[in-house]
């Protein structure tokens, strides 16, 4: 062994360790490691920062700002709102619908950002059922995991063996070569899943995690909405057509106001905020609040040519992606003390409309509108999430009290999921035909999304990982430090006596085995950079197709079901599922059995040695 190699193995080994023992953190320890593999004397600067310029790194980063478009737009929480609807109230049906989307969406965007987003949906779904969330939890990560084995940009390790295919000469990997393998591996985790479930808690209590802040529907009973709110939709006869609302001054003296506008435009409904100057058309449906309770509804619809339309209880709750809910308090500094809220001009200054008022604990059921403001009177107000917002900027006379759980689930960029949709489609397409290199493909997806407003810079820099990235540019210099010391000369030769003359089949199962096994303690990215090159060159020696032995590092590296620290996903679920290190050693280890048998067996069927 000599000295240099001696060096990069002593770096490995320290590398390793770190990982192992998580301090300092990944990135932190691929940083060190790319600045200290130049003091060998193997690599200079330039070539450890090599990374940097990887066209594979570059995909990374593009493929993360997609599937922010994705979450953006909100097509992964209408997957997760299909999947409550679809699931009822058979746990069976719930645990297998879940991991087929979180595999499916998951084969196009990073598996720990579709973990991220499933999360809190799984957790909705625990409290609505009564079902344990650690029965969710576990199924969640393992399909998580094997969306990784599904298409060639579904996981980082993919990228990595399939760019060390490329360096070596190879032509690399298809994007759908992985689903062969992906899809038996998914099928049989499902059912094992349904066995393997049952040795994990079943205990539904979940003392921490629940929501603080109120819902809208709680507003709703608590000042009493229900009772005073209205769908109507103007008729032809009606004087409200083509008048705007600052004109209907008779309408005020009712003790109605008009709380949100439904307008249809082609196959889609807007909701618009009222302001003064908003003109009525016909066929507009209004949302009207009467503060009055002894107001006739049937006396304002004769009056003004309206007719009545269904209101549900979760009228409000269904919308709240276009109408928000605020409840503030009025402070000692306040301008608006001394004045109804009429006199106010509440709505003309913040475009909000004040829809309850509450005086100590007590909401004001009725003569709302000419009730003057006092000093810690709370009020809840109606209207865009932005409105809302920018009350925060006149804060001396509106203090925002409490905003709904909702908030957290309003989408940045409504109404362009089909848009976002498109962008992926055409990456697809791209990719599988070919005409494009990968990364140009993406790139391209990425500035679609860009012009269709899906995304802005601002957007994009935030849902990069940074911290894969880094970790991913950290690593790869140690390939080529371990090639040019003849470290995978060295593993190869190893790996080659210790199982002597032994079958293709052995030499697969001995190569996944290794990758597994190293992936338990270092990041399946990292084990991917190390196992990668070790496999092409036991190929080269035993003279067969790289192919394989390259498919089943990758395959290996996505195996991680073994530890919480195997892989994000594992990390992600440890504690909404209130799992322990020994839950995954009880699930993982026979899992990662299986997957390895079928993967042997298999790997030679698709990809001939």
């Known amino acids: 062994m000599t000295l240099p190699l001696a060096m990069v193995l002593g770096l490995l080994a320290a590398a390793i360790v770190m990982f192992a023992i998580n301090r300092p953190r990944m990135d932190a320890v691929a940083l060190i490691m790319l600045t200290a593999l130049p003091l060998t004397g193997v690599l200079s600067m330039s070539e450890a920062l090599a990374g940097f310029s990887d066209s594979n790194i570059v995909l990374i980063a593009a493929l993360f700002v997609i599937g922010d478009g994705l979450v953006r737009t909100g097509v992964a929480r209408k997957l997760g709102d299909l999947l409550i609807q679809k699931s009822g109230s058979s746990e069976t049906r719930l645990m297998v619908l879940?991991?087929?989307?979180?595999?499916?969406?998951?084969?196009?965007?990073?598996?720990?950002?579709?973990?991220?987003?499933?999360?809190?949906?799984?957790?909705?779904?625990?409290?609505?059922?009564?079902?344990?969330?650690?029965?969710?939890?576990?199924?969640?990560?393992?399909?998580?995991?094997?969306?990784?084995?599904?298409?060639?940009?579904?996981?980082?390790?993919?990228?990595?063996?399939?760019?060390?295919?490329?360096?070596?000469?190879?032509?690399?990997?298809?994007?759908?070569?992985?689903?062969?393998?992906?899809?038996?591996?998914?099928?049989?985790?499902?059912?094992?899943?349904?066995?393997?479930r049952r040795w994990l808690s079943a205990e539904t209590s979940r003392p921490t995690g629940q929501p603080t802040r109120p819902t809208i529907r709680e507003w709703i009973e608590e000042y009493h909405l229900a009772e005073r709110e209205y769908r109507v939709r103007i008729l032809a006869t009606s004087q409200f057509v083509d008048r705007t609302i600052d004109e209907l001054q008779s309408l005020a003296s009712t003790g109605a106001r008009i709380v949100a506008i439904e307008r249809r435009r082609g196959n889609t409904t807007d909701l618009i905020q009222p302001t003064p100057k908003t003109e009525l058309h016909r066929d507009d449906v209004l949302l009207?609040?009467?503060?009055?309770p002894t107001d006739n509804i049937a006396e304002l619809r004769e009056r003004y040519g309206l007719e009545e339309l269904p209101l549900s209880g979760g009228y409000f709750s269904d919308r709240s992606q276009e109408i928000g809910m605020v409840e503030v308090i009025i402070p000692t500094t306040s301008e608006l003390v001394g004045k109804t809220i009429t006199g106010a001009g509440i709505r003309t200054r913040y475009g909000l409309t004040v829809i309850g008022l509450k005086r100590g604990p007590h909401a004001l059921d009725q003569g709302l509108l000419n009730e003057v403001l006092k000093v810690g009177d709370t009020l809840l107000m109606i209207g865009s999430w932005k409105a809302i917002s920018n009350i925060q900027l006149g804060g001396r006379n509106l203090v925002i009290l409490s905003l709904p759980i909702e908030i957290e689930e309003v989408l940045p960029v409504p109404g362009k999921a089909s848009q976002s949709l498109f962008c992926l489609g055409l990456m697809v397409v791209l990719m599988v035909s070919g005409v494009v290199p990968n990364v140009q493909a993406a790139l391209i997806a990425c500035l679609l999304m860009g012009a269709?407003?899906?995304?802005?810079?601002?957007?994009?820099?935030?849902?990069?990982?940074?911290?894969?990235?880094?970790?991913?540019?950290?690593?790869?210099?140690?390939?080529?430090?371990?090639?040019?010391?003849?470290?995978?000369?060295?593993?190869?030769?190893?790996?080659?006596?210790?199982?002597?003359?032994?079958?293709?089949?052995?030499?697969?199962?001995?190569?996944?085995?290794?990758?597994a096994l190293l992936g338990m303690f270092i990041s399946n990215t990292a084990t991917a950079v190390l196992m990668a090159?070790?496999?092409?060159?036991?190929?080269?020696?035993?003279?067969?197709?790289?192919?394989?032995?390259?498919?089943?590092?990758?395959?290996?590296?996505?195996?991680?079901?073994?530890?919480?620290?195997?892989?994000?996903?594992?990390?992600?679920?440890?504690?909404?599922?209130?799992?322990t290190f020994g839950d995954f050693l009880r699930v993982g280890i026979p899992f990662a059995i299986i997957v390895m048998i079928v993967s042997v067996l298999l790997v030679p069927i698709v990809l001939p040695l």
């Open 98 to 196: 879940l991991m087929l989307a979180v595999c499916g969406l998951g084969s196009f965007m990073s598996s720990t950002a579709v973990t991220a987003i499933f999360i809190p949906v799984a957790l909705r779904i625990s409290q609505s059922t009564g079902t344990s969330p650690s029965q969710l939890m576990m199924p969640l990560s393992v399909a998580a995991l094997i969306s990784g084995m599904m298409t060639l940009v579904a996981t980082a390790p993919n990228l990595v063996v399939n760019s060390e295919l490329v360096r070596q000469g190879a032509a690399g990997f298809h994007f759908f070569s992985f689903t062969p393998f992906g899809l038996p591996i998914l099928f049989l985790a499902i059912v094992y899943m349904y066995f393997a």
């Open 288 to 292: 009207i609040d009467l503060y009055e």
């Open 452 to 515: 269709l407003r899906i995304i802005d810079l601002e957007s994009a820099y935030r849902s990069i990982d940074w911290k894969t990235i880094v970790l991913i540019v950290g690593m790869l210099p140690f390939s080529v430090a371990l090639q040019r010391t003849g470290g995978v000369e060295l593993a190869s030769n190893a790996l080659m006596t210790s199982i002597g003359g032994a079958g293709h089949l052995v030499v697969l199962a001995v190569i996944f085995g290794m990758t």
């Open 533 to 579: 090159p070790v496999a092409l060159a036991v190929a080269k020696e035993l003279g067969v197709s790289p192919y394989p032995l390259a498919m089943i590092v990758a395959l290996g590296a996505s195996t991680a079901f073994m530890t919480p620290v195997s892989s994000p996903v594992n990390t992600l679920v440890v504690t909404p599922g209130n799992y």
